[in-house]
């Protein structure tokens, strides 16, 4: 169960997509977002959506991943799936005792759905495509701003670094102590509501002791290292733009601005 | 009889990914009731993805597992019971223990195991002395114990639900000398006590000299060999080439048959290292008298 977590997996690769400068890659993933909410209607959605279709073709990452993805997000979308549909006031086109379900509720259940997915798919394309290290170097160069306001960009940008890094260590932690404790009998996988939640504690006390362990060692290394913060820290590898990267944010930019304009067009439904 | 039936077992990790490993690739072997085989391999070879095969931690890509003559995987349901039967003692079990004290601790298998207070009781005071662990440590928490002790509290914990069959993945990992000696020595007696099947997987080529009747020898994802120890050391050349070692005494032996001493070469440990070196020197003795 835990191995269908892929939130912060990174899938090196050599594509396009990969090599694209990573706060580039950060600008137009919020500009995707705003466009997700901006073009609120079937059509922009759908264009979005193969729009990052198109982009995950090109970075070469299978289909397989991209649902498994989706996966654990599943419930949340038909929840609000569900809720728009019987919420949402408008013309109806069924009615059965107290249950209305009306034109709009469907579209907005639709457009609702779509957007969650593309969310998701689209962030998730961040990840896969860019290492966490990259990716940090990235928000803290974007950040850099703040830190003339005495925000501790670079500390954050640490914090950022470790938590992702150890995302895929305490994955695999997990893993052995419920192993561990699936071997002394403990039954993590049946049983009621409480009794799973119960049975977690042989798993969650081990878990967390180990994290504080690892937090220890951690931060000694760090100091063994010299490590002091961000003052006048210079780094190994400087980001710097090429001129592909200018026309890969080019293309994306016009594309997202047509995504946007969708909304001019007649309503189909 | 055999304890332990493997059939073509294969273990794929994340199977249908790019990234899909065999890590275990179609292995068939038996293990008798009562052995105590030695399992070594280099790193990534399999040992451990096999181990955990034996108490249906992991299910086979392919293959069958027979405990005992049951079909592991017959009904997945029951694997539960399975893990009763094949105790499974993990690289540094230490970060297991999660209890208030040692005692409910070790108590936390037998529990699992639906049996009484009593029978609960009783198990988890035999485990404690088996290990070594003084009953005033019984009431003390797991986290005040110094890492040997911790170790001999997680080990506890799966003897004392007196498995048929107890694998341990290097239980001496990362301890001092008297620690190694301690718990491989009680891992011994629990072997002998019980006539329960052990399987013990370590790096330590004395350590498997020392305890092991037969030894298994892992190389990528394949059984290399499986034989007594004897025989296993005996073909040192092919155990070095693996990157693999044999035990020092061995060692020394090979290097007398260099340097032209005609001397069994098949000695792994020390007892039996002094009556081949005895009975040369006899021979010899022997020989000039003649």
């Known amino acids: 169960m835990l191995k269908d977590i892929t939130i912060g997996q990174h899938f090196p690769g050599n594509s396009p997509v990969h090599k694209l400068d990573p706060r580039i890659k950060i600008l137009l993933t919020v500009a995707f977002v705003i466009v997700l909410f901006v073009a609120s209607n079937l059509v922009g ?27 654990p997000i599943l419930p949340i979308v038909l929840f609000t799936a569900i809720l728009n549909i019987f919420f949402v006031g408008g013309t109806p086109v069924f009615t059965w005792r107290f249950i209305t379900i009306t034109k709009e509720g469907i579209v907005y259940a639709v457009i609702m759905s779509l957007r969650i997915v593309g969310l998701i798919s689209g962030t998730s394309l961040l990840t896969y495509t860019t290492s966490p290290i990259a990716l940090t170097d990235a928000i803290e160069r974007l950040l850099k701003p703040l830190a003339k306001m005495h925000m501790p960009v670079h500390e954050l940008a640490m914090m950022m670094t470790i938590a992702l890094r150890f995302i895929p260590t305490l994955i695999e932690e997990t893993d052995k102590i419920m192993n561990a404790q699936k071997a002394r009998g403990a039954e993590l996988d049946s049983g009621s509501i409480k009794d799973r939640i119960t049975a977690l504690v042989p798993v969650l006390i081990p878990l967390f002791i180990s994290a504080f362990r690892r937090a220890d060692e951690l931060a000694m290394a ?48 | 009889m055999d304890m332990i039936r493997v059939e073509d077992l294969s273990y794929v990790y994340a199977p249908g990914m790019p990234n899909a490993t065999t890590a275990v690739d179609k292995v068939s072997f038996c293990i008798e009731k009562g052995d105590f085989v030695g399992v070594i391999g280099p790193t990534g070879s399999g040992k451990s993805s096999l181990i955990t095969h034996f108490n249906g931690i992991n299910k086979p890509t392919s293959g069958r597992i027979y405990i005992d003559g049951e079909d592991m995987w017959a009904d997945s349901k029951k694997i539960r019971s399975f893990r009763f039967k094949v105790g499974l003692v993990f690289q540094y079990p230490e970060y297991q223990l999660f209890e208030e004290t040692v005692y409910k601790d070790i108590a936390f298998g037998p529990k699992n195991m639906g049996l009484s207070a009593h029978e609960i009781d009783r198990r988890v005071k035999e485990a404690a002395a088996f290990c070594g662990l003084d009953e005033a440590l019984l009431q003390s928490s797991p986290f005040e114990l110094s890492g040997g002790q911790k170790r001999r509290v997680a080990i506890a914990g799966v003897i004392a639900m007196e498995p048929k069959v ?33 399987i013990l997987v370590s790096h330590s080529m004395e350590d498997i000299a020392k305890y092991a009747d037969k030894v298994l020898v892992m190389k990528d994802g394949k059984v290399a060999m499986y034989d007594t120890t004897q025989k296993v050391f005996d073909r040192a ?8 070692s044999v035990p020092q005494v061995t060692k020394i032996f090979l290097k007398l048959k260099e340097m032209g001493i005609d001397i069994d070469t098949d000695v792994y440990t020390i007892p039996y290292a002094v009556k081949t070196l005895l009975a040369y020197k006899a021979a010899k003795e022997g020989g000039t008298n003649a």
Not at chain 1, 47 to 70: E, H, M, N, Q, R
Not at chain 1, 226 to 237: D, F, H, I, M
Request: aromatic residues 6%; positive net charge; hydrophobic residues 45%.
């Open chain 1, 45 to 71: 959605l759908l264009c979005s959506l193969l729009f990052i279709g198109v982009l995950y073709a090109v970075a070469k990452i299978p289909l397989k991943t991209i649902l498994k993805s989706l996966k």
């Open chain 1, 222 to 269: 760090m100091e063994c290292r010299c490590y002091r913060g961000g003052e006048g820290r210079t780094r190994l590898k400087q980001l710097k733009l090429h001129a592909s990267d200018f026309v890969s944010a080019l293309v994306c930019a016009a594309v997202l601005t047509a995504i946007c304009f969708t909304k001019m067009l007649p309503v189909i439904f």
């Open chain 2, 166 to 198: 107890l694998v341990l993945d290097e239980p001496a990992a990362g301890l001092d000398p008297e620690g190694r000696e301690m718990i491989l020595s009680q891992v011994k007696k629990y072997h002998k006590e019980t006539g329960s099947t052990v």
């Open chain 2, 237 to 244: 050349p092919e155990l070095l080439e693996m990157g693999l």
